[in-house]
């Protein structure tokens, strides 16, 4: 039994323009209980705005939220992985690189995202049901 970046994305996730104020960008990320938006520019999601960007470009430089725009605080070294990747090889360059959120791909359509929040979740479920079919298999009746 394969697990797959497919099989685990995330399919709730923001998407907002880069030119979105860094404090309009948080009033949404706040509502809808998100530490992280893709930031889109020319239709195309070029970049990431985490709570990390928030913390280190705009509190720690005392510079005012509604004058930032995402595009100049997102980090746009995004990751991303087809779905077909599997989950083991994934977590595995999660935890190399010290990455924390994936974006998932077919394509050019962005089939959700992956965080470290999600891989351990699933790799919970993906245990507890590989242990219940062992404990199944070698029941004697």
Do not use: C
């Amino acid at each position: 039994m394969v697990l797959y970046a497919k099989d685990i994305a995330e399919t709730d996730f923001i998407i907002l323009p880069g030119e979105k104020s860094a404090l309009e960008a948080a009033k949404i990320m706040a509502e809808k209980k998100h530490g992280y938006a893709l930031v889109s520019s020319d239709g195309r999601v070029s970049g990431i705005v985490t709570e990390w960007d928030y913390l280190s470009k705009v509190i720690a430089k005392e510079k005012s939220p509604s004058s930032v725009l995402l595009r100049d605080i997102m980090a746009k070294n995004l990751y991303t992985v087809p779905g077909t990747e599997g989950i083991d090889s994934l977590s595995k360059m999660m935890a190399e690189r010290g990455i924390r959120r994936v974006v998932v791909m077919d394509g050019d359509k962005i089939l959700g995202v992956i965080t470290s929040k999600t891989i351990l979740k699933r790799l919970d479920d993906y245990v507890n049901r590989v242990s219940s079919q062992i404990a199944r298999l070698q029941s004697p009746f």
